[in-house]
């Protein structure tokens, strides 16, 4: 294509010069008419090959289209108010609910007939907490987005709450350009927090020093290049305790964490009493959790709940410390 573009643009330097040159050596054609005549070829042909010269952009432009027309018809509900399945395969249901049940659930990838996840049912109840167990590319994450209606393809029926209630913590957090306050209020742009409820709320994920290190909660960095993984999850618990949401779903949120840091901040989540779904590899979260969803590929799963006593969490260390410091005072 480039190749068939710089060819017919030299043809605006080429092309007249050849026509006139015999007219022009033979002297029926004086020179500043040739001129005129090669310029006005320039126009002409600038005129009809506007399509050849923007072909690249233009390409570009019905490629875009086409992919957004794509979006549309598996995001936007079709006339019958019915999500259009693609490529007119069956599709999972999504109903409003007052708290997440799956019915008979059937999870396939997107233009595949492998069957991640077949015929599971459960239903959770607010406060509740589910972790989803299983070797990798057994389909966890791809579980996760069924039930946040990410994916369709499959079969069964969601119950579930507004999307307005539903908080998603990946693996890697997404920091966006901008001030320390808005990392962590994303993704809202404003907030009725005050800076010392924020600055507290940093001190709650384990972040006390950030706001002061950064130069205060208006500071603008390069927060990707600044902030470690580690730090960065953290941040994305604090977003959590910024909006309360009633559905928290968690896929590898606390994989850079070290185990105390891990457990406080699940402690927290369950203390507000938001309905967990959390995917994990490290056996040490399964304490925080009513329910372990384990699959086993090929559509295989199993569903049992955790014991409470065997599976509590221990109290936290400074809970610890506080308890044998006022046994130590009342032994005087």
């Not at 310029?39 to 923007?54: E, H, K, Q, W």
């Not at 990798?136 to 996760?144: E, F, R």
């Not at 994989?255 to 927290?268: P, V």
């Amino acid at each position: 294509m480039n190749l068939f573009q710089r060819t017919f643009s030299q043809l605006t330097l080429v092309l007249p010069g050849v026509i006139l040159a015999d007219a022009v050596l033979s002297g029926e054609l004086e020179v500043g008419r040739a001129i005129q005549a090669a310029g006005a070829f320039t126009a002409v042909l600038g005129a009809v090959g506007v399509i050849v010269d923007n072909f690249e952009s233009l390409s570009r432009f019905v490629a875009g289209t086409e992919r957004l027309q794509t979006l549309s018809k598996l995001v936007l509900p079709a006339a019958g108010g019915t999500p259009v399945a693609a490529n007119g395969r069956s599709h999972i249901l999504m109903r409003p609910g007052k708290q997440i049940a799956v019915d008979s659930l059937t999870v396939c990838p997107p233009q595949s007939e492998r069957v991640l996840v077949k015929d599971l049912s459960f239903v959770l109840a607010p406060g509740d907490a589910l972790l989803i167990t299983g070797d990798s590319g057994c389909g966890k994450s791809s579980l996760l987005r069924a039930i946040a209606g990410l994916w369709d393809t499959g079969s069964g029926l969601i119950h579930h709450p507004p999307r307005e209630e539903f908080f998603f913590l990946p693996q890697q957090p997404y920091l966006q350009h901008g001030t320390l306050r808005s990392q962590l209020i994303y993704p809202s742009v404003q907030t009725t927090l005050s800076d010392q409820q924020l600055l507290q709320i940093l001190e709650q994920v384990h972040l006390p020093q950030l706001a002061e290190r950064v130069g205060g909660l208006d500071a603008v960095q390069d927060w990707l290049k600044l902030l470690s993984v580690g730090e960065q999850q953290r941040l994305a618990f604090g977003r959590v305790l910024v909006h309360q949401p009633g559905i928290v779903i968690l896929d590898e949120a606390t994989s850079a964490l070290d185990s105390g840091n891990e457990a406080s901040l699940y402690q927290r989540l369950r203390a507000s009493g938001a309905t967990l779904i959390s995917v994990a590899h490290r056996s040490a979260v399964r304490r925080h959790h009513t329910h372990v969803l384990r699959l086993k590929g090929d559509g295989g799963w199993e569903l049992h709940e955790v014991a409470k006593r065997r599976d509590a969490a221990p109290p936290s260390t400074a809970f610890t410390r506080f308890q044998r410091r006022q046994e130590f005072d009342e032994c005087g």
